[in-house]
């Protein structure tokens, strides 16, 4: 494959590296949609969903990575993805993130009964990271 047909994907949080490949095609979640990046598309940043990252390695192989938000910069063929927690599909641990789940339900509920805004917003948005966990672990 020509030098100018392929991506180079990283995807790293605070933790260090969670992902390199490269790829055909990325897929990622921006807030205003979903955004698909080939080759020679032009230079982008843009903010990530909680969401799966997912990786088009070649026509049988893709990948799916966890990313709990964070943003994307892509320039040269080279996409860089910034998370705040990304875990690769193979490494989620479901059972923590069914339990994270939960937690974060009880939470919701809580702060709905004490009309706690912030731990509302918090606790809703630790049940999305756990959901998104689930999901691409079931995929
Ligand atoms: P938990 O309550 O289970 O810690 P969390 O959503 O609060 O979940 P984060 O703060 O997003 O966790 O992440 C903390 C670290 O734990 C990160 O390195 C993240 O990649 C990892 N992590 C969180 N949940 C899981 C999971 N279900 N499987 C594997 N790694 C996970």
Redesign the pocket.
Same mark, same amino acid.
């Given at each position: 494959m020509a030098e100018d047909s392929v991506l180079t994907v990283s995807i790293v949080?605070p933790?260090g590296s969670v992902y390199d490949n490269n790829a055909e095609m990325i897929i990622v979640k921006t807030p205003s949609g979903e955004m698909g990046i080939l080759p020679n598309h032009i230079p982008v940043i843009a903010s990530l969903d909680i969401d799966a990252v997912r990786v088009k390695v070649n026509d049988n192989e893709e990948d799916e990575i966890a990313v709990?938000g964070g943003f994307i910069e892509f320039s040269k063929n080279v996409a860089t993805v910034v998370a705040?927690?990304?875990?690769c599909q193979e490494?989620?641990?479901e059972n923590?993130?069914q339990? =994270?789940k939960k #937690?974060a339900e009880q939470m919701i509920s809580t702060a709905k009964q004490t009309h706690n805004v912030d731990e509302l917003k918090r606790s809703e948005i630790?049940l999305r990271? =756990?959901i998104n #966990?689930i999901n691409i672990s079931k995929h």
């Open positions: 949080t933790d709990s705040n927690a990304a875990e490494d989620i641990d923590r993130a339990a =994270a #937690r630790a990271r =756990a #966990r």
